[in-house]
């Protein structure tokens, strides 16, 4: 790896300070580490809720006799983490990639490892298809069914770091791939798609348009600096409006495909209290303050364990 520079050390502006990945890690590979995001877990949770959601509400509904064996179950689980956890980290690298010459401009995220030399392209391509590989096992687990709507989602994971260039609804792009889990969540258990996984994927949708959006605000002036495009610029002081719409729309999206699946009750108890987490994040925004912003952003995974919680419960009552 002789054609990297200022490896080891270099610090990243946006970083997590004193996590793991910078104190444990050999100083070689903690730039790799700082290209897939390891120090901010938030990036995977949101891409492994529909996940478990949908796994959750296939077993919770599946008729007697249906099931795999519990131990197939818990794998599966624990693949979905591994896999949003190695792919989550494919899509930065490779969103790294194609916005090196953008992150270049932007002070939170000039001193990352590509934009500060840290590791070159060739490395952080050969690093990119590590990961690739890592989803790939994860991914070859499951049924046939569910291998195939996998690979479907690659075309949208693919062309989302170019959206923002073209369109002010890169957020839309972004919750079509990372709520994609919601489908091979379900397909995992059933071995083919039905109505209430379709319901839940579109609820994960909204959510992620307005939980990025609440991001996108921290990067707004940078944004139009660089002429690059966001519902967050394209909302401006209506994101209060915006967001009270989208999660409304995902409650409703979530509460029809509890009620078309037949789960019980604590699901829906679950569905509520995420309701009223996301109403409270609209009365607290400041979308002029950054740090505001990136605190109620992460604090989506309340949500994601709030439904999570009321699905898992579901199953024994």
């Given at each position: 790896?002789?054609?990297?520079?200022?490896?080891?050390?270099?610090?990243?502006?946006?970083?997590?300070r004193g996590h793991w990945a910078d104190t444990l890690l050999p100083a070689w590979f903690r730039?790799?580490?700082?290209?897939?995001?390891?120090?901010?877990?938030?990036?995977?949770?949101?891409?492994?809720?529909p996940c478990l959601w949908s796994l959750t509400l296939a077993v919770s509904t599946a008729?007697?006799?249906?099931?795999?064996?519990?131990?197939?179950?818990?794998?599966?689980?624990?693949?979905?983490?591994?896999?949003?956890?190695?792919?989550?980290?494919?899509?930065?690298?490779?969103?790294?990639?194609?916005?090196?010459?953008?992150?270049e401009k932007v002070e939170r995220t000039r001193s990352r490892p590509l934009p500060s030399h840290q590791v070159s392209r060739r490395f952080a391509g050969v690093w990119l298809a590590a990961q690739l590989l890592i989803g790939l096992f994860v991914l070859l687990q499951f049924n046939s069914y569910t291998i195939w709507l996998g690979f479907a989602s690659l075309s949208?994971?693919?062309?989302?770091?170019?959206?923002?260039?073209?369109?002010?609804?890169?957020?839309?792009?972004?919750g079509l791939a990372f709520s994609w889990g919601a489908l091979v969540g379900w397909t995992s258990i059933t071995g083919q798609l039905a109505l209430a996984p379709v319901l839940m994927y579109l609820g994960a949708i909204v959510w992620t348009i307005g939980y990025d959006t609440i991001y996108a605000h921290q990067d707004k002036e940078d944004?139009?600096?660089?002429?690059?495009?966001?519902?967050?610029l394209l909302f401006a002081e209506n994101t209060r409006a915006w967001l009270s719409l989208f999660y409304a729309v995902m409650v409703v999206c979530m509460a029809a495909c509890f009620a078309v699946s037949g789960v019980s009750w604590p699901a829906f108890v679950g569905l509520a209290v995420a309701g009223l987490h996301m109403g409270w994040q609209i009365w607290k925004l400041d979308i002029d303050n950054g740090g505001q912003c990136l605190a109620l952003f992460r604090s989506n995974t309340q949500v994601g364990w709030i439904i999570f919680a009321g699905l898992l419960v579901s199953i024994w009552l």
């Open positions: 790896m002789k054609d990297q520079a200022t490896l080891g050390e270099g610090r990243v502006a946006d970083a997590v730039p790799y580490a700082r290209l897939s995001r390891l120090e901010r877990p938030i990036g995977w949770w949101l891409l492994l809720w008729q007697s006799g249906t099931l795999p064996p519990i131990e197939h179950i818990l794998w599966y689980g624990f693949a979905f983490w591994l896999g949003a956890v190695a792919m989550r980290g494919a899509g930065c690298t490779y969103n790294d990639i194609v916005d090196q010459d953008i992150d949208v994971v693919a062309i989302y770091p170019f959206m923002k260039r073209i369109t002010h609804w890169p957020q839309l792009v972004l944004d139009v600096m660089i002429g690059v495009k966001s519902t967050a």
